[in-house]
């Protein structure tokens, strides 16, 4: 018995140790860390031109919350900040697509409670030149084309019916709505999440990639695609439903071609943490894909990624609230940080994703770590996800703790604090299921003290009941 109260009280100690460990380390990473600003990161060559930078801010109940604003920003060559413009003031707003236009404006998509807001916006003055309102609740990019026509990515989040989630193009001159592509005429309905389901695709992305060709990110379905306007045929198609090893959850491709006419995508594949780069095989249209580029590394929740017409890649590290322009290998050389929850970026003397060479093109086919810049997170530390897989490695666990821990540094961002950092968030969630286990534990052992313990007060109130009835 005495042996057993000293290994109860040693097994105590320790996972009291343990938990004043873990709370005094998260404690002290929270007091090291220097929250995301506005601003230039590392610049180790100017960039050509200005950037502009959509951030999608974060609201509850209609309200903006603190250090998590949504606005659109243009940086300098430096990384310095040109200019800001937020949303309306009086209601919840974010930001998605910024497109520049050839007479020096940005088209820029401003979803509000319950619509869409379309605007062609003048940075020199300030001001919209135009505004059209879409009857849809949360539309991530609209193209302008033909300078009256609008190409909308149309989420209909639709729930307990046929999702009517499409592809709109939506003539202004004539304010109608010239041509519709539904994605339950083509796709099963038990796809993704189901045809019923109230976010069932989650179209993020469309842009024309040649006359009467339209390139589409179907995000919930793990796949992009070519739609023919004439036709309304999937011409082209990377990725399948539930493959994530190719694509899971990909936002903002990027069509491009390579030397010998190759259909090749540039893609944020946001669930996997990286940037990947895919050619067609023999550049038919029902050859294979092959990955030729993948970036990964640090990275979290990357949302974009443009190919510059000097061979660098543009990428939008949402999670870590920053652009970044990236070599061929890897290596930051310009990088600025645009807090919270970045979404777009474009250089605006470029025009709207202006494309470049292929990876192939460049013979700089690989697999490479992102090296250089400021970082994010906390100096020093791998991200959470990098740590587990290091920690799991060879083990059976490794797949499905690794893609937790993913999940796990998607979330958390969104529900914490801005000055709290992931790994101060991971070490308090491991203290407090620590205590959790040990209550446990310890109404467990002590099951039979724990039931005398009740017993006596229910037979205690029960007595003074009692008495209060012969009273």
Not at 18 to 27: E, F, H, R
Not at 63 to 84: F, H, I, K, Q, Y
Not at 162 to 186: C, I, K, L, P
């Given at each position: 018995?005495?042996?057993?109260?000293?290994?109860?009280?040693?097994?105590?100690?320790?996972?009291?140790?343990?938990?004043?460990?873990?709370?005094?380390?998260?404690?002290?990473?929270?007091?090291?860390?220097?929250?995301?600003?506005?601003?230039?990161?590392?610049?180790?060559?100017?960039?050509?031109?200005?950037?502009?930078?959509?951030?999608?801010?974060?609201?509850?109940?209609?309200?903006?919350?603190?250090?998590?604003?949504?606005?659109?920003?243009?940086?300098?060559?430096?990384?310095?900040?040109?200019?800001?413009?937020?949303g309306?003031?009086?209601?919840?707003?974010?930001?998605?697509?910024?497109?520049?236009?050839?007479?020096?404006?940005?088209?820029?998509?401003?979803?509000?409670?319950?619509?869409?807001?379309?605007?062609?916006?003048?940075?020199?003055?300030?001001?919209?030149?135009?505004?059209?309102r879409?009857?849809?609740?949360?539309v991530?990019?609209?193209?302008?084309?033909?300078?009256?026509?609008?190409?909308?990515?149309?989420?209909?989040?639709?729930?307990?019916?046929?999702?009517r989630?499409?592809?709109?193009?939506?003539?202004?001159?004539?304010?109608?709505?010239?041509?519709?592509?539904?994605?339950?005429?083509?796709?099963?309905?038990?796809?993704?999440?189901?045809?019923?389901?109230?976010?069932?695709?989650?179209?993020?992305?469309?842009?024309?990639?040649?006359?009467?060709?339209?390139?589409?990110?179907?995000?919930?379905?793990?796949?992009?695609?070519?739609?023919?306007?004439?036709?309304?045929?999937?011409?082209?198609?990377?990725?399948?439903?539930?493959?994530?090893?190719?694509?899971?959850?990909?936002?903002?491709?990027?069509?491009?071609?390579?030397?010998?006419g190759?259909?090749?995508?540039?893609?944020?594949?946001?669930e996997?943490?990286?940037?990947?780069?895919?050619?067609?095989?023999?550049?038919?249209?029902?050859?294979?894909?092959?990955?030729?580029?993948?970036?990964?590394?640090?990275?979290?929740?990357?949302?974009?990624?443009?190919?510059?017409?000097?061979?660098?890649?543009?990428?939008?590290?949402?999670?870590?609230?920053?652009?970044?322009?990236?070599?061929?290998?890897?290596?930051?050389v310009?990088?600025?940080?645009?807090?919270?929850?970045?979404?777009?970026?474009?250089?605006?003397?470029?025009?709207?994703?202006?494309?470049?060479p292929?990876?192939?093109?460049?013979?700089?086919?690989?697999?490479?770590?992102?090296?250089?810049?400021?970082?994010?997170?906390?100096?020093?530390?791998?991200?959470?996800?990098?740590?587990?897989?290091?920690?799991?490695?060879?083990?059976?666990?490794?797949?499905?703790?690794?893609?937790?821990?993913?999940?796990?540094?998607?979330v958390?961002?969104?529900?914490?604090?801005?000055?709290?950092?992931?790994?101060?968030?991971?070490?308090?969630?491991?203290?407090?299921?620590?205590?959790?286990?040990?209550?446990?534990?310890?109404?467990?052992?002590?099951?039979?003290?724990?039931?005398?313990?009740?017993?006596?007060?229910?037979?205690?109130?029960?007595?003074?009941?009692?008495?209060?009835?012969?009273?």
């Amino acid at each position: 018995m005495v042996a057993r109260l000293a290994r109860r009280r040693l097994a105590r100690g320790l996972l009291g140790a343990l938990v004043l460990a873990l709370v005094a380390s998260s404690g002290a990473l929270t007091l090291s860390y220097d929250p995301p600003r506005l601003g230039a990161g590392t610049v180790e060559s100017p960039a050509n031109g200005t950037t502009v930078v959509t951030s999608q801010g974060w609201h509850a109940s209609g309200e903006s919350l603190p250090g998590r604003p949504a606005r659109l920003a243009a940086l300098g060559a430096d990384g310095r900040v040109d200019w800001t413009h937020a949303g309306p003031e009086d209601q919840q707003s974010w930001f998605y697509d910024v497109d520049p236009l050839p007479n020096g404006n940005l088209l820029v998509v401003n979803p509000v409670r319950g619509a869409t807001v379309v605007y062609e916006f003048d940075p020199e003055r300030g001001e919209r030149v135009w505004t059209e309102r879409l009857d849809l609740p949360d539309v991530h990019d609209v193209d302008l084309m033909n300078g009256d026509e609008l190409l909308v990515a149309g989420i209909a989040y639709d729930e307990d019916r046929v999702s009517r989630d499409r592809v709109v193009v939506y003539n202004r001159t004539r304010g109608e709505t010239t041509w519709e592509w539904h994605f339950a005429d083509h796709y099963p309905d038990d796809a993704g999440p189901g045809v019923r389901a109230k976010d069932w695709t989650h179209v993020n992305d469309v842009d024309r990639i040649r006359d009467g060709e339209f390139l589409v990110s179907v995000r919930n379905l793990d796949q992009v695609i070519a739609v023919n306007r004439s036709t309304k045929e999937i011409d082209l198609r990377l990725g399948e439903d539930g493959d994530h090893d190719t694509l899971y959850e990909q936002h903002n491709p990027q069509y491009l071609e390579s030397e010998d006419g190759t259909p090749t995508i540039l893609v944020a594949d946001s669930e996997n943490d990286r940037i990947v780069e895919y050619e067609r095989a023999g550049g038919s249209s029902d050859g294979e894909w092959e990955r030729t580029w993948t970036l990964s590394g640090g990275l979290n929740w990357p949302r974009d990624a443009d190919r510059l017409p000097n061979g660098n890649t543009l990428v939008v590290d949402s999670m870590n609230h920053r652009v970044i322009e990236v070599t061929q290998t890897g290596e930051v050389v310009w990088e600025t940080t645009v807090p919270w929850a970045t979404y777009d970026a474009e250089r605006t003397r470029l025009g709207d994703e202006p494309g470049g060479p292929t990876i192939a093109d460049q013979n700089a086919t690989g697999a490479y770590e992102l090296r250089g810049g400021s970082g994010a997170g906390v100096s020093g530390l791998p991200s959470v996800p990098a740590a587990v897989e290091r920690f799991t490695a060879g083990t059976p666990i490794a797949d499905p703790a690794t893609r937790l821990a993913e999940r796990w540094h998607h979330v958390v961002p969104w529900a914490t604090p801005t000055w709290l950092p992931v790994w101060s968030a991971t070490l308090l969630a491991g203290a407090l299921a620590i205590l959790l286990v040990w209550a446990v534990g310890e109404a467990v052992t002590n099951r039979g003290r724990l039931a005398r313990r009740v017993e006596g007060l229910y037979d205690g109130v029960r007595q003074r009941f009692s008495r209060s009835d012969r009273d």
